[in-house]
């Protein structure tokens, strides 16, 4: 598949990959210069990049400024050399028209895929249809330029869960290219690895990745047949998640008792901070990185999400600590 000026879309290799915060001032535009440098800083790190998704307030964003966060991190990349670093952008909406929309515009701006969650909105109506959630998917697999990659969020889709099921269907769709799991269902991402990491399965179809949405499994993920994970405490400690990927992939692969005994230290970190960031939600995530990276990096949210209230900083200032130190150590 070739973007609308020739060139080829970037594969997506295994790995780690971070949800973007979008960085706003104090009167709520969005801190392009911020968002440019926690795009170049993350590359550094070697860890992947996914923008407008949850972490990215993508659904407090006009199109139009959808098109430039995407379009200035793309141009960011290339400028500072990391042109072969693919970007995931989130263009889920509320119709299918409208996603197919986003899609295009994400493509126009330099994206390399999509990733799309179900609407929300009308789930007291259709959430239990399972005809109608396939049916949503598949009108977007069918018109989508890019290649998409199936979100399951049960807490920011008013409940609607995919199970492994529909999963697996919707993965024999040849623009299908992932699903990213933050419905911590370890269960049904090894029941859906199974299938699309199976040799039968690739011999037919491109690469599928099953990623979870924490990292506070992460070890035990890999284990099961997940190709990575997608994670919003990777906006504050991008070389720690790397570390524990390739440590845990390297014990599974060599069988090393002191790789494995490293992985599980390094889970343990991991898992505790994963679970401060996820109490903290995106407002305590932008103090944690304004704390301990840089200044005006996290920036504020645009209402009605709150910034950190005092509990908040003090839960993050004490249940941070340990894994912001390690990272500072690599």
């Given at each position: 598949m070739t973007t609308s000026n020739g060139s080829s879309l970037r594969p997506f290799p295994k790995g780690v990959y971070t949800?973007?915060?979008?960085?706003?001032?104090?009167?709520?535009?969005?801190?392009?210069?911020?968002?440019?440098?926690?795009?170049?800083?993350l590359a550094k790190a070697k860890m992947g990049i996914v923008l407008l998704g949850t972490n990215g307030e993508a659904i407090h964003l006009s199109d139009a400024e959808r098109q430039k966060v995407t379009?200035?991190?793309?141009?960011?990349?290339?400028?500072?050399?990391?042109?072969?670093?693919?970007?995931?952008?989130?263009?889920?909406?509320?119709s299918a028209k409208?996603?197919?929309?986003?899609?295009?515009?994400?493509?126009?701006?330099?994206?390399?895929a999509a990733i799309?969650?179900?609407?929300?909105?009308?789930?007291?109506?259709?959430?239990?249809?399972?005809?109608?959630?396939?049916?949503y998917f598949i009108s977007v697999l069918d018109k989508s330029p890019l290649p998409v990659m199936i979100y399951n969020f049960p807490g920011a889709a008013s409940g609607i869960d995919l199970d492994s099921d529909i999963l697996i269907e919707l993965s024999e769709h040849p623009n299908c290219m992932g699903a990213k799991l933050t419905c911590a269902g370890i269960g049904k991402g090894t029941r859906l690895a199974a299938h699309t990491q199976s040799k039968e399965y690739l011999s037919r179809h491109a690469p599928f990745h099953v990623f979870p949405g924490f990292s506070d499994y992460m070890l035990p993920a890999a284990v099961s047949g997940h190709t990575g994970v997608i994670?919003?405490?990777?906006?504050?400690?991008?070389?720690?998640?790397?570390?524990?990927?390739?440590?845990?992939?390297?014990?599974i692969k060599t069988g090393d008792l002191?790789?494995?005994?490293?992985?599980q230290r390094l889970q343990l970190i991991v898992s505790n901070a994963d679970w401060c960031v996820v109490k903290a939600g995106i407002g305590g995530t932008k103090y944690a990185m304004d704390k301990f990276v840089e200044k005006g990096l996290g920036g504020r949210s645009r209402l009605p999400i709150p910034e950190a209230s005092p509990d908040i900083q003090t839960m993050c200032d004490s249940g941070l600590a340990e894994a912001m130190q390690l990272e500072a150590s690599l």
């Open positions: 949800p973007l915060t979008t960085p706003f001032t104090q009167d709520e535009e969005v801190d392009y210069n911020a968002l440019v440098k926690q795009v170049i800083r379009k200035v991190s793309r141009e960011a990349l290339d400028k500072e050399g990391f042109n072969e670093v693919p970007i995931l952008v989130g263009t889920g909406a509320g409208e996603t197919i929309k986003l899609c295009v515009e994400a493509k126009e701006v330099g994206a390399d799309v969650i179900h609407p929300g909105y009308f789930a007291f109506a259709m959430g239990k249809n399972r005809q109608a959630v396939k049916d994670t919003g405490t990777g906006n504050l400690m991008p070389k720690l998640m790397v570390k524990l990927w390739d440590t845990s992939v390297e014990a002191e790789k494995w005994k490293e992985a």
